[in-house]
């Protein structure tokens, strides 16, 4: 309770002091826009920093004095803010402030009564002018020449061109007083074209049928489907000169035309048919190489490069399918496998971690001769397994290093001195025999141990 008063106490000292404190900051510190406003709101942070402080514990309390302060900011913020009003202001934070100070009652003074706005008379409201009336004419008979006008479109004035008098030409004599008459323009008539349709099947009944349609060299349309073709360039074909036709053949000839002239009018002059003198370029779609010379073996399906020979008893040269050969590719070797780094900085802290646990198994050792019990000794064992395995994770990664390396890492310790430490205390734990039950119930235990510390010193000797 004691404790309680004097806590309390030295909490109503301090937020005194502080109070103090604030108060002398502010009549001290030198203004430099609007003092008046300046001191107000210190005044009134100040009184707010007193209602936290001196009700911290007190939240009701609290709440209230902080809608005191801001129902008079309030009246102050509505009021006009005059030079009296703002001492009103000033005057009660004061007090306000002294009413927060320890020993005082801790209420506020009243609500100031500040002045109040004028209020300025309210105007007139102007009279609502009358609408302005609408002269509507009553209807009547409109004159005849309003009307008239009121039908006439308006269209634009066009200019009109007027046509020069036609000269009279060099070349033409007129008499005295005769006026030239120019002659009347040549009438042109249009025959409307007729579809293509009927056209070409005009074309078709006039074609006579010697002339037969002679087909063009260029290469087969390929599908959008088709895979990627190759071009094929065969050997010119040697053409032999012909014989000219014998004289009956020219009769027959000239008869044969007599007796279509009836029927078909001549056609045009045309000139003559030129015969190739090499095998027109074929394209073939790739194929897998195979054994096959020419383009007969090729499988069904694909139009293979084949040459036709001219007309005449001439015999094609053979052609022979050229089969793509792709390059060897070069072996891609493996990349070489990146270098095992080993990082010494963890690895010296494996190796020192590893020495620290044997050193702390020596000191417990060491520290009683002679008086671990079974318990102690068991504990000691289990210890030496877990730092038998950290050994063998350490020296796996030392024996890795290089020589470089090895300068910057220190070796890790055999355990073989550790392990003998412990098989001593075991031994003399196993000679000192208290009584006959005490031996019967631990010797099953101590044959463990000593199995369990046999193991290990043959591992840490087969390690070193």
């Known amino acids: 309770m004691y404790k309680l008063m004097m806590s309390q106490r030295m909490t109503s000292l301090l937020s005194a002091l502080v109070a103090l404190g604030i108060l002398g900051l502010g009549v001290t510190a030198r203004p430099t826009a609007d003092p008046t406003r300046d001191r107000t709101d210190a005044l009134e ?14 939240g009701r309390t609290r709440a209230m004095r902080e809608e005191e302060l801001d129902r008079t900011l309030a009246a102050w ?47 007139p409201a102007a009279a609502a002018k009358p609408a302005a009336k ?40 007129l008499k005295p007083g005769q006026a ?54 065969a050997k010119p074909v040697e053409v032999p000169p012909q014989s000219p036709p014998s004289q009956a053949e020219n009769v027959e000839g000239a008869a044969q035309g007599m007796n279509q002239s009836a029927d078909i009018s001549p056609p045009k002059s045309t000139p003559p048919e030129k015969k190739p003198t090499a095998a027109p370029v074929v394209v073939a779609p790739p194929t897998p190489p195979t054994n096959q010379t020419t383009p007969e073996a090729a499988p069904p399906g694909n ?19 050229v089969a793509e050969h792709d390059a060897p590719t070069p072996p891609v070797l493996a990349a070489p496998a ?21 050193d ?38 030392y024996d890795g290093l290089s020589k470089s390396e090895r300068r910057f890492v220190a070796a890790p ?37 000593a199995e369990r510390l046999k193991t290990l010193a043959a591992e840490a000797q087969a390690g070193d």
């Open 134 to 173: 609408l002269e509507t004419q009553p209807p009547g008979p409109t004159p005849a020449g309003e009307l008239a006008e009121a039908a006439e479109p308006m269209t634009a004035l066009e200019p009109k061109v007027v046509a020069p008098p036609a000269a009279s030409p060099r070349d033409v004599e």
């Open 303 to 321: 139009p293979v490069a084949k040459v036709a020979p001219p007309a005449g008893d001439v015999e094609a040269t053979p052609t022979t399918v």
């Open 77 to 123: 913020e509505a009021s006009p803010q005059t030079g009296p009003d703002r001492q009103l202001l000033e005057k009660w934070l004061r007090g306000a402030i002294v009413g927060t100070l320890p020993g005082e009652s801790g209420k506020f003074p009243p609500t100031p009564t500040f002045s109040e706005l004028p209020v300025e008379p309210a105007k």
């Open 413 to 449: 310790r055999s355990m073989a001195e550790s392990i003998a430490l412990v098989e001593q205390q075991r031994a003399a734990l196993a000679a000192e025999e208290e009584d006959f039950l005490t031996a019967l119930e631990g010797a099953v235990a101590a044959d463990e141990l």
């Open 45 to 58: 942070s100040d009184l707010r920093f007193q209602i936290e402080m001196s009700w911290r514990h007190d």
């Open 338 to 358: 990146p270098p095992v780094m080993v990082n010494l900085v963890e690895l010296n802290a494996q190796i020192r971690g590893y020495h620290e646990g044997l």
């Open 360 to 397: 702390e198994i020596d000191a417990q050792v060491i520290a009683k001769p002679g008086q671990l019990t079974e318990g102690e000794v068991a504990l000691l064992v289990g210890k030496l397994e877990q730092l038998a395995a950290q050994h063998e994770f350490v020296r796996l990664y």
């Open 180 to 233: 030239y008459t120019p002659p009347k323009a040549k009438e042109f008539r249009i025959t409307p074209r007729a579809p293509r349709s009927e056209q070409a099947a005009k074309r078709v009944e006039t074609t006579p049928a010697e002339m037969a349609p002679v087909p063009s060299a260029s290469a087969p349309q390929q599908e959008a489907t088709a895979p990627p073709q190759r071009v094929i360039a």
